[in-house]
T-cell receptor, first 110, second 114 residues
Framework: GENVEQHPSTLSVQEGDSAVIKCTYSDSASNYFPWYKQELGKGPQLIIDIRSNVGEKKDQRIAVTLNKTAKHFSLHITETQPEDSAVYFCAASMAEKLTFGTGTRLTIIP | GAGVSQTPSNKVTEKGKYVELRCDPISGHTALYWYRQSLGQGPEFLIYFQGTGAADDSGLPNDRFFAVRPEGSVSTLKIQRTERGDSAVYLC????????????FGPGTRLLVL
């Protein structure tokens, strides 16, 4: 089955700086790659996603890049703000089943 | 509008007991998913319903776990003979068309087995 690895497990950045989280996946058949933000006591919230026929997607301060050849994808957050502090999960899927990474705890330092 | 709701929000039980966890999906969503999230880990897929039927139950860890969705809306995850290792957050998600990119998650039920 699919295996998703995520790095780093924790990340601290100064407010206003950029944050980058990286994931790799194992199954070349995976074709959908979402990123979720999870705040304490809440369920995961989809923040951005990308399909295998696209290399990059951007939504305001958030962008995702995908390299299918290398089987890795990354989340980029620019101009970080305190409210960006949370745990972020990447995931990969084919069909309906999502396989998640182990998460990155992002802390924005004011 | 209302999102996915899950009840109870917290459940404490004793080893060997039976528990039921409920999920109310967003109205009109045809697909419903259950995931389990252990401390410090990402969610792990358990089962997926399309309408009333379980389309994929390959993530259920063993036969102590069972889920139903009799009318194609509310779903119940049932765990028999609970074990301490079952302690986790159980997440439910729903989707309007069974397409994975539109999964909306509920807040989860935190299950603690003593």
């Amino acid at each position: 089955g699919e295996n998703v690895e995520q790095h780093p497990s924790t990340l601290s950045v100064q407010e206003g700086d950029s944050a980058v989280i990286k994931c790799t996946y194992s199954d070349s058949a995976s074709n959908y790659f979402p990123w979720y933000k999870q705040e304490l006591g809440k369920g995961p919230q989809l923040i951005i996603d990308i399909r295998s026929n696209v290399g990059e997607k951007k939504d305001q301060r958030i962008a995702v890049t995908l390299n299918k050849t290398a089987k890795h994808f990354s989340l980029h957050i620019t101009e970080t703000q305190p409210e960006d502090s949370a745990v972020y999960f990447c995931a990969a899927s084919m069909a309906e089943k999502l396989t998640f990474g182990t998460g990155t705890r992002l802390t924005i330092i004011p | 509008g209302a999102g996915v709701s899950q009840t109870p929000s917290n459940k404490v039980t004793e080893k060997g007991k039976y528990v039921e966890l409920r999920c109310d999906p967003i109205s009109g969503h045809t697909a419903l998913y259950w995931y389990r999230q252990s401390l410090g880990q990402g969610p792990e897929f358990l089962i997926y319903f399309q309408g009333t039927g379980a389309a994929d139950d390959s993530g259920l860890p063993n036969d102590r776990f069972f889920a139903v969705r009799p009318e194609g809306s509310v779903s119940t995850l049932k765990i028999q003979r609970t074990e301490r290792g079952d302690s986790a957050v159980y997440l439910c998600a729903s989707s309007p068309m069974g397409t994975v990119e539109t999964q909306y998650f509920g807040p989860g039920t935190r299950l603690l087995v003593l």
